[in-house]
């Protein structure tokens, strides 16, 4: 699928790092470093502007080398980019160790991962389908 985008950042276009990646690596797009604090958050620029076609969605989804060696992760995981948005792709980002992080131009603050998405009707109805399981919820499953 192509997609359109403008690039306005000083980095190369978003790019699978191997064959079978989901998803984009999206780089920090900034004047200078950005130094997150414990239990800080901000929106990191990326430069990115896209035009996604009807259906589809851009998730922001965290780097699972960032969150696990450093504690930063995106706030709103996944972040949604619906397809009439035309604005800058920005990234919330959050500090979730107990020391400071500094995230400098171009290094990869997340990943963007493009999916199919349905719009729904809704049916108001009485009652439901019966199933095994019924309203048990949270734990309702057990822990082995």
Do not use: C
């Amino acid at each position: 699928m192509k997609v359109n985008i403008i690039n306005h950042s000083k980095h190369d276009l978003p790019s699978y790092a191997t064959e079978f990646s989901a998803g984009l690596d999206l780089r920090a797009n900034i004047d200078s470093p950005i130094e997150l604090k414990p239990l800080e958050r901000q929106l990191i620029s990326t430069g990115l502007f896209i035009e996604l076609h009807k259906g589809y969605e851009a998730q922001i989804r965290p780097r699972s080398g960032l969150a696990f060696k450093n504690g930063i992760t995106v706030l709103n995981s996944p972040g949604t980019i619906d397809a009439d948005y035309r604005g800058e792709l920005k990234v919330l980002l959050i500090n979730l160790s107990n020391t400071s992080f500094l995230i400098n131009d171009g290094e990869r603050i997340a990943q963007m991962v493009i999916a199919k998405h349905e719009q729904i009707n809704w049916e108001e109805v009485t009652s439901m389908n019966e199933t095994e399981r019924g309203i048990g919820g949270f734990g309702h499953t057990g822990s082995k």
